[in-house]
């Protein structure tokens, strides 16, 4: 699905499904050198439960125009343009790693757009370190390997998640080598330090609607512990551990679905379709 933002291309993936504006709406946004293909066993299944999905690429990344956006406020103020340009009046914005911190960001600076908020990855402040930092200002495709090897905690699957012989690692790792290959230059540290720059520390304490944070057990990304201040500023949040690394989506797929459609379900539900 295309739409116009701001005058350029945005690219939402809608999980085999037309986007229905009328259907209740679940926003999924992708972190740092990513796209919309990290969720792409989550959209396809929320769309085909009766949830109209959105799944964009970020500007400059993937298949959206632009260049990439600087600060995670001016990321968020395209997420919420997005939304009126899908004719999305209210929707569920769930959101990995700097895509946490989007959505974060959204549900304090506009609450009535927001009817939940899953936080998957998330910590404040989201530091990177001055290594990585400088490895992806001066060596991306060092930082990639470094970020490929530090989001799994795995090199292959578990039994019921990618085929037999899947590299969940390789798979992660390609696809930031292909956002290396057709982005901005330096696109992985215009995203690091987006998110290192990213300092509202009011905004977990605003957020009002059904919140769940989705943590890896075996993260060393944001570990659980990194999340702490935000879990104790949202009121009546929830938190549902997974035995994942970082890359959570790919490694405990199951889970994260299961959390989501629970929280999805608080938010608006819906007669279930399939």
């Avoid at 945005?10 to 679940?26: E, I, N, Q, R």
């Avoid at 490694?251 to 608080?266: F, I, M, S, T, W």
């Amino acid at each position: 699905m295309l739409l116009d933002v701001h005058g350029l291309q945005a690219y939402c993936h809608t999980g085999g499904k037309a986007f229905d504006p009328s259907l209740p709406a679940v926003v999924l946004i992708h972190g740092a050198q990513n796209d919309h293909s990290v969720w792409a066993w989550q959209s396809r299944a929320l769309a085909h439960r009766g949830y109209a999905v959105l799944a964009p690429d970020l500007p400059g990344h993937g298949r959206s125009s632009g260049p990439p956006l600087p600060t995670v406020e001016t990321m968020t103020a395209w997420v919420l343009a997005l939304l009126d340009a899908a004719g999305a009046g209210r929707a569920l914005l769930a959101g990995h790693s700097m895509g946490a911190l989007i959505a974060l960001e959204a549900a304090h600076r506009a609450p009535q757009r927001v009817g939940g908020l899953a936080l998957l990855g998330a910590a404040f402040p989201m530091r990177v370190s001055d290594a990585l930092l400088e490895a992806a200002r001066t060596g991306q495709d060092a930082a990639i390997d470094m970020v490929a090897a530090w989001s799994h905690a795995a090199w292959l699957p578990g039994p019921s998640r990618a085929g037999p012989g899947v590299s969940v690692h390789n798979t992660a790792r390609r696809l930031m080598q292909r956002m290396a290959a057709r982005g901005a230059p330096q696109l992985l540290h215009t995203d690091f330090a987006a998110c290192n720059a990213y300092a509202n520390g009011e905004a977990a304490a605003s957020v009002a609607c059904p919140t769940l944070f989705v943590q890896g057990r075996k993260d060393v990304m944001t570990p659980p512990r990194a999340a702490q201040s935000l879990t104790g500023a949202v009121k009546h949040a929830r938190v549902v551990g997974v035995d994942a690394g970082h890359a959570m989506m790919s490694e405990a797929p199951d889970a994260v679905l299961d959390a989501l459609l629970r929280l999805a379900a608080d938010a608006h539900p819906v007669q279930a379709t399939g």
